[in-house]
């Protein structure tokens, strides 16, 4: 079976615009997790999709968003980009059955 | 709210020794999971070992092992003849045992050095 996907691997924007990243759960998984590493806070949980609808949510400003599609894949969107938005963005995904989840690469977004 | 520390930022260990990661835990809850993930230089997280909280033996994969100390709220990760390819940042986590809580919460993480 194929891993978790995370498309893209690597993105730079600027200040004040607005960005989507993309996660293809593995196949057969219906619950995908964000969560977002930087140095200085760790890893942080954004929020949680199951069949479409959004489970959990983290304490993240509402520029943060994301989605669910019928096939289980799933986009964020980061609104109005600020520098401390810079992180390393895991994606990670889960059957109903099991209890731990299997993360993607990430993607890297650097905001300058 | 839940938390989970881990109090060493960073640990060397001499190939094929023995080495210990530290891990607190507080919650309120009886029900639980708790993970170790690995997190190599090529930066995807892999699952190394998880604990449930309702089971009293303390789990073991290979050359890994856990020391799951319920009421102390402990949980540290033992790796035996410790290997050039465990060197990695390691996560201590969390998650709640309750229906449709896939949150979880994550340590701040221990960096390890194998040193050859």
């Known amino acids: 079976k194929a891993g978790v996907t995370q498309t893209p691997r690597y993105l730079i924007k600027t200040r004040g615009q607005q960005v989507t990243l993309s996660c293809s759960p593995i196949?057969?998984?219906?619950?995908v997790s964000w969560y977002q590493q930087t140095p200085g806070q760790g890893l942080q949980f954004l929020f949680e999709?199951?069949?479409?609808?959004?489970?959990n949510k983290g304490n993240f400003p509402g520029r943060f968003s994301g989605r669910q599609f019928s096939n289980s894949r799933s986009e964020m969107n980061v609104s109005t980009l600020e520098l401390g938005d810079s992180a390393l963005y895991l994606c990670?995904?889960?059957?109903?059955?099991?209890?731990?989840?299997?993360f993607g690469p990430g993607t890297r977004l650097t905001v300058t | 709210a839940q938390t989970v520390t881990q109090s060493q930022p960073e640990m060397s260990v001499q190939e094929a020794e023995t080495v210990t990661l530290s891990c607190t835990y507080d919650?309120?809850?009886?029900?639980?999971?708790l993970f170790w993930y690995k997190q190599p230089p090529s930066r995807q997280m892999i699952l190394v070992i998880r604990?449930?909280?309702?089971?009293?033996q303390n789990a073991t994969e290979n050359r890994f092992s856990v020391n799951f100390q319920k009421a102390a709220k402990s949980f540290s990760l033992k790796i035996s003849d410790s290997q050039l390819g465990d060197a990695a940042m390691y996560f201590c986590?969390?998650?709640?045992?309750?229906?449709?809580?896939?949150?979880?919460?994550f340590g701040k993480g221990t960096r390890l050095h194998i040193l050859p």
């Open positions: 990670a995904s889960s059957p109903q059955t099991l209890i731990e989840q299997y």
């Open positions: 196949s057969g998984h219906r619950s």
């Open positions: 999709y199951f069949s479409e609808t959004q489970r």
């Open positions: 919650t309120s809850e009886s029900d639980y999971y």
């Open positions: 604990q449930e909280a309702y089971k009293q």
């Open positions: 986590a969390y998650r709640s045992a309750r229906y449709r809580d896939d949150k979880i919460i």
